[in-house]
């Protein structure tokens, strides 16, 4: 090889270096600043911003630049940006001959593309860095369209203070979009980044003002813009300090922060700005709302209030409304997103005990359920109003939230396979064995999310919705958690073909017909205030509800839903410290009635007929019509509830000849004797039902001389039951306290006969009410009455310094 072949292959070897130089020299990413976190509503408005971790309002590039902006900012910086490569000889040739005139630097002559390479890498300006510069400008030309490069200016550009980007200045200065600005206030911005730090909203205002007009007339010689349009807009103020950006959804901004890694790991996500799917109005609405109710809680203590409002069939958030935001005042907490914090339930799982059960076959919708004194372990749930009823349908339990009918209810279930179901439906937050909870389950003894509660109940509700779009079947998507951004939320889930593989699963955490008989069933409950009027009023919409308490009054909660729509309301203290009145009725109902009157009404769920059994049913004690049950009524009931026992109230009664006494055939002939049907309760529920119910009849006495001593169930204790353990306090006067003894008997005038260990006490008649001050240890109580009936139970008084046996 020759000298000149060499030499050629050099050259050769020099320009490849040259050109893989060029071809990578620019990184992947230009930018790589942090960027400010936003969230957008639905139709692009700005609800809430954070700075970005360096302490700048940074938004991330938008999909394109307005045009008013691209116009003015191309009539500004670099009138021929459109037309040369990168880099405008005629602009340095011109920026060269001004400063060597000058004697100084006073025109750079850089284009818009050189500006975002210097934007980029941060370089002090000196004349090998414009070299780069100049070089690098063409490699990003080479591998972008104007309209990018454009993009890229706009969202990186300094536009004064600490706002960078077009997107931030419009909101920081002009208090909206960018796309919603004037020619002014375009031209205003468009001259910001040529010297940010000496002229910007705020500050020399006079300079800021001439160069805003001088640009305005160039355009109107570039005929951008007409002489008219420009002469109006130069009359146009120009903004004064920097504005507070929107924070009309800031938890659900820190919401999107914290997943914000997890997401862009999985590649769901590559921007930290998100479009959600709330309604901008809406969630504006609810806002108001709770600030309202918020400013005459504050009276009382009561510092904190969330909300969340689902849209049904689109499976996305509609408002998301944390907490109060008050971030003046640390004291209140109101940073803390309640719709993410695990708090007491109180009651707001009553129904979906009442919809399992109903789904399992262990009831049916009117199914009379024990209310009555009840000791299980040493735990007595009380009613709210410390009453009893004896009985009451399931039903009316649940409209009425009361304490002991859901515990037996429970009791029956079983809180494993509760919780099992609970665990199913899709709470997160049950993090310990069911044994852990027990049957404090179903009032409020686990934590739950708003998040969690709401998504389950808006499951149930598309479930039922879908009914007859899926003909009777199941789709595993009902149950999917709401979605918040946009993009992921893609409306009613259609089948897929996962859907027959899921239908089983799906099928066996609630059917249609218990969805269906529940919902109807939280309808009842009484509305507060001018709302219990609402069935007088056609334009009342139908809504099925639930609200709840936590002990303590630490949590009220109000959860309601329609086909369209679900609203979760919580009220309480992000601390946890408990207030008197704090009572779902009268705290969070009322906010939850208030968000409903913002949504449009419509149509009530469907009845799912293919899903529901017409079945005879005991009118009395909602049970299963048996033999003996004369009033008997068709009632539409899941079909599990044909698996429901028969009703084990109603019994044939023997009577003498004239129907008013009760006989044997040891003292009354058969053929002599009156069968009938008799509806016939437990001592203890009869005791209480007959005082709520005056039509209850009860069974007459034996005929004299014809007692039926081995009849058995004439006599039930009330306190204390079989087995429980009873604590004695001591008096105020240092004395020791009594325990009341309660008892009834099916006779209205028996006598009985009280016995603690063998021993003879006293006796009651009528009223079986009995003090008495056992020493601490276990007793034998032994009850007799008139005819020689015995009840026997068992209890523990408790050591009152040990509170040991």
């Known amino acids: 090889m020759n000298s000149k072949q060499k030499a050629l292959l050099i050259s050769d070897g020099l320009s490849l270096l040259l050109l893989l130089v060029f071809l990578f020299s620019l990184p992947s990413r230009l930018f790589v600043s ?13 609800l809430s911003a954070s700075i970005a971790k360096d302490g700048q309002w940074r938004f991330p590039a938008a999909g394109s630049v307005p045009e008013k902006f691209a116009k003015c900012i191309v009539a500004f910086e670099d009138k021929r940006f459109f037309s040369h490569p990168g880099v405008d000889a005629i602009a340095m040739a011109r920026a060269l001959r001004q400063n060597i005139r000058a004697g100084s630097v006073v025109s750079g002559g850089s284009t818009l593309t050189m500006q975002v390479i210097r934007l980029s890498r941060r370089e002090n300006r000196t004349l090998w860095q414009k070299m780069i510069e100049l070089l690098l400008a063409l490699r990003l030309e080479a591998g972008h369209s104007k309209a990018e490069i454009l993009n890229l200016y706009t969202a990186n550009a300094p536009f004064g203070s600490n706002v960078v980007g077009l997107e931030a200045a419009a909101w920081r200065y002009f208090g909206r979009s960018a796309a919603q600005l004037s020619w002014a206030e375009m031209a205003a911005l468009a001259v910001l980044p040529n010297s940010p730090s000496l002229v910007h909203p705020g500050k020399n205002s006079p300079k800021l003002i001439k160069k805003r007009n001088d640009l305005l007339d160039k355009m109107a010689v570039l005929k951008i813009i007409d ?107 109101s940073h803390v997103d309640m719709i993410k914090a695990p708090r007491s339930p109180g009651s707001t799982l009553k129904p979906l005990l009442y919809a399992s059960m109903l789904n399992d076959g262990f009831i049916l919708p009117k199914t009379l359920i024990p209310d009555v004194p009840t000791q299980i372990g040493g735990y007595s749930p009380q009613n709210y109003d410390l009453g009893y009823d004896g009985a009451i349908p399931a039903d009316r339990a649940l409209s009425r939230s009361l304490n002991i009918p859901a515990v037996k209810m429970l009791q029956s279930y079983k809180y494993q396979r509760f919780y099992d179901k609970l665990k199913q439906m899709g709470f997160s937050t ?27 109940y808006m499951g149930m509700a598309r479930t039922l919705n879908h009914f007859n779009e899926y003909k009777g079947r199941y789709n595993p998507h009902d149950y999917d958690a709401p979605v918040y951004l946009k993009s992921d939320a893609s409306g009613d889930h259609t089948r897929d073909s996962r859907f027959d593989q899921f239908e089983t699963e799906l099928n066996s955490v609630l059917d249609h017909g218990s969805v269906w008989n529940t919902f109807n069933a939280m309808e009842e409950l009484m509305r507060p205030g001018e709302e219990g009027l609402w069935e007088q009023f056609s334009s009342s919409q139908r809504l099925a509800w639930k609200t709840g308490t936590s002990f303590g009054f630490r949590d009220a909660w109000a959860i309601g839903l329609t086909p369209q729509y679900v609203v979760c309301v919580w009220v309480g203290n992000a601390d946890g410290e408990g207030r008197p009145g704090l009572t779902g009725i009268d705290a969070a109902a009322p906010v939850l009635f208030d968000i409903f009157k913002q949504l449009p009404a419509g149509k009530w769920f469907q009845t799912p007929k293919n899903k529901l059994k017409s079945i005879l049913v005991c009118r009395q004690s909602g049970y299963k019509a048996g033999e003996y049950c004369w009033d008997r009524v068709q009632q539409l009931v899941s079909p599990a509830g044909e698996k429901t026992g028969l009703c084990p109230y109603h019994k044939m009664v023997h009577l003498d000849h004239t129907g008013t006494f009760r006989v044997t055939d040891a003292c009354e002939q058969p053929s002599l004797m009156q069968h009938r049907p008799w509806f016939i309760l437990p ?20 005929k ?54 063998n021993a003879y006490i006293a006796t009651t008649k009528n009223y079986h009410q009995l003090a008495v001050s056992p020493v601490a240890g276990r007793h034998t109580l032994t009850l007799v009455d008139e005819n020689g009936e015995r009840l026997v139970q068992v209890f523990t008084v408790l050591d009152k310094e040990k509170g040991k046996n």
């Open 430 to 456: 049950l993090n310990r064995p069911a044994d852990h909870y027990g049957l404090s389950l179903i009032l409020g003894g686990s934590e739950v999310t708003m998040w969690d509660l709401a998504s389950i």
């Open 683 to 702: 001592p203890a529920m009869e005791y209480y039902y007959k005082i709520k119910n005056s039509d209850y009849r009860e069974l007459p006495p034996y």
């Open 227 to 333: 002489r008219q349009t420009a002469d109006l807009s130069k009359l146009e103020p120009i903004p004064g300090k920097p504005m507070e950006l929107p924070q009309d959804a800031p938890h659900l901004l820190n919401r999107f922060k914290s997943e914000y890694r997890a997401r862009e790991r999985a590649s769901e996500i590559h921007s930290t700005r998100i479009t959600s799917t709330l309604d901008h109005d809406l969630q504006l609405r609810v806002n108001e709302i709770l600030k309202r109710y918020n400013n005459r809680y504050r009276s009382n203590d009561i510092n904190n209030i969330a909300a969340l409002v689902l849209d049904v069939k689109q499976g996305t958030v509609a408002a998301y409304a944390g907490n109060i935001y008050q971030p003046e005042n640390k004291e209140l907490e």
């Open 34 to 46: 942090p960027t400010s976190f936003v969230v957008e509503a639905a139709d692009g408005e700005l």
């Open 704 to 757: 004299p001389g014809c007692n039926d001593a081995g009849s058995g169930g004439m006599m039930e204790m009330l306190y204390p039951k079989n087995y429980a353990s009873v604590y004695i306090p001591v008096e105020f006067d240092g004395t020791r306290g009594k325990v009341v003894l309660n008892a009834t008997h099916r006779m209205a005038n028996a006598k009985i006969y009280w016995h603690i260990d």
